[in-house]
């Protein structure tokens, strides 16, 4: 799948990020995860999903728990989480009915790391499949899954995390 558009490729040209665009994709594979990435990934108990509406309305979701671990990963291209009811107005999961395209920004504040994800979701919400997964998550009070096949993942650029870090550990300041 073809994660850049023309527009993608004219920006870079305009603002003369080509090279280094180039660079980066010459030494990374865009397209898995990679160990490092899976362990990291599975470690994390928070992250911020987006969603679009069929009719392009976006939206971005805080996804977190208490328990130990909030994403699973399957494979180096598929990885999947439990969603919580929250609120009940259930955005993430109305716009992947309409619109499989997803991102998701899995971030270390205290390690400076982010990594961006986006790939197709789908639903899973037949008991058997989520009861497998109740004790992997340490937790039951959810009814569904949100399977990601991945198209596209790469570290993001860690600068400023330690602002909202420090921000965080200082509630004086504001970001």
């Known amino acids: 799948m073809e994660i850049f558009t023309q527009e993608h490729l004219t920006v870079r040209e305009k603002y003369g990020t080509t090279n280094q665009a180039e660079m980066v ?23 911020f999903l987006a969603t679009s509406s069929k009719e392009g ?8 728990t208490k328990s130990k671990r909030l994403i699973k990963v399957l494979d180096k291209n598929r ?17 992947i009915l309409s619109n499989p395209n997803v991102g998701l920004l899995v971030i ?26 109740l004790d992997y998550f340490d937790s039951f009070n959810f ?3 949100i399977e990601v096949e991945i198209d596209y993942v790469i570290p993001n650029c860690s600068a400023n995390l330690s602002v909202v870090r420090d921000s965080i550990l200082d509630k004086g300041n504001k970001v």
């Open 143 to 145: 009814s569904r899954l």
């Open 57 to 64: 309305r976006t939206n971005v979701n805080f996804k977190g």
């Open 79 to 95: 990885l999947i989480f439990p969603d919580f009811d929250g609120n009940g107005i259930l955005h993430s999961v109305g716009d």
């Open 108 to 133: 270390d504040f205290s390690k400076d790391i982010r990594i961006k994800i986006n790939g197709k979701a789908k639903i899973i919400d037949d008991k058997e499949i989520i009861s497998s997964y």
């Open 25 to 47: 994709f010459s030494y990374m594979d865009t397209t898995s995860l990679s160990d490092r990435m899976i362990g990291f990934i599975e470690s994390i108990n928070y992250f």
